[in-house]
């Protein structure tokens, strides 16, 4: 058998990690089976990387920023092939450039277009474990590029799928996906399995135990995912099309604190507005997230929309310079604000549920700002301060909880 084995960074923050991840390893292998493993930075070393970049450059071109970050991932394969070697197993690690991970050419966001799997297939056969960086690719004018933060678990999925491996496993620091972050909703309970559309959602919500792209990619491409802990032998959760277990109304609560809110006031009331709003952020590669058009009064409408924080800056300064061209009277931006979700498959059969989950800000005093909802998810925008006890609220209110 072929397995994939992801390890994040916490897993492989230090020495003593770095050989537990390295004893799994050699475990699977002892068992005949194919290891290729693909490993994160250590620990918090890519925030360390950016925090180095800030403030050398706060406004250091993208391609060097992806030229640093990539050094990461370099350090934390060399350490486990060398961890591995004295262990007296066989192994060889290898960056995006020796396996040849092609991405698109955007730095910082990359998507994997194409893995050439030679090279990974001659190491499997002369019998070595092969650790591959997670996180990272190469562009067409053979640039290092990165995933967007999390990456590395696309890399995984995008390596298994590839490979056609027969397991691709994802291995963290809690002991596998919960109804909630265990570290902000405490009586949060594990799920033994959760649909890809289910984990997408949670994942594109703010649930980063996951990057949402690995999960798109694994429905994609059928990869069955297992997510479980480094640091137990606990079964984990496992992703997959159809879970065998009922279907719950809410799987999960998400919250994403990466959001700002821009509002475009006094907006001609006429077609192709949002067209031409919306498609100048497309232009410069801006996602928008929550829109809410106001109702038209004399002749003008506000539109308002979230942004990733990271973009809110390209974001207003992209409109301002084509305010004569959108003909808005007044920008305004909002940071401290962030997203709370629930996700669940349940919900598209059951109504009300939308109307507990705002009982449950209600009674708690949060305010909500804006509302959106598909068919197996609400999200609300409420301030950032209200995000904890909002989440514990909508948790409660759900009965989600192990105490319940
Ligand atoms: P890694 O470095 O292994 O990739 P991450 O920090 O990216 O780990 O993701 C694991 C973290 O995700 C957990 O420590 C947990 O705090 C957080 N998390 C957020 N939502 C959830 C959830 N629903 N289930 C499990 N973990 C979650
Ligand atoms: N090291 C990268 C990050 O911290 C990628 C990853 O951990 O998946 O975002
Ligand atoms: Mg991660």
Known sequence: MLIVKKFGGSSVADKDRIFNVANRCVEEYRRGNDVVVVLSAMGDSTDHLLELAQSVNPDAPKREMDMLLTTGEQVSVSLMAMALDALGVPAISLNAFQVAMHTTSTYSNARLKRIDTERIQNELESRKIVI?????????????????????DTTAVALA???????????TDVDGVYTADPRVVKDAKKLSEITYDEMLELATLGAKVLHNRSVELAKKYGVQLVVRSSLNKEEGTIVKEDTTVEKMLISGVAADKNATRISLIGLKDEPGVAFKVFNLLAKHHINVDLILQSIGRDGTKDITFT???????????ALKNQQSMLKFNEISCKENVAKVSIVGAGMATNPGVAAKMFEALYNCGVNIKMISTSEIRVTVLINEKDVDLAMQAIHDAFGLGTTK
């Open 132 to 152: 591959i960086t997670g996180f990272q690719g190469i562009n067409k004018f053979d640039d290092y590029t990165t995933l967007g933060r999390g990456g590395s």
């Open 161 to 171: 799928a590839a490979l056609q491996a027969d397991a691709c496993e994802i291995y």
């Open 307 to 317: 942004v990733e924080s990271n973009m809110a800056k390209e974001a207003m300064d």
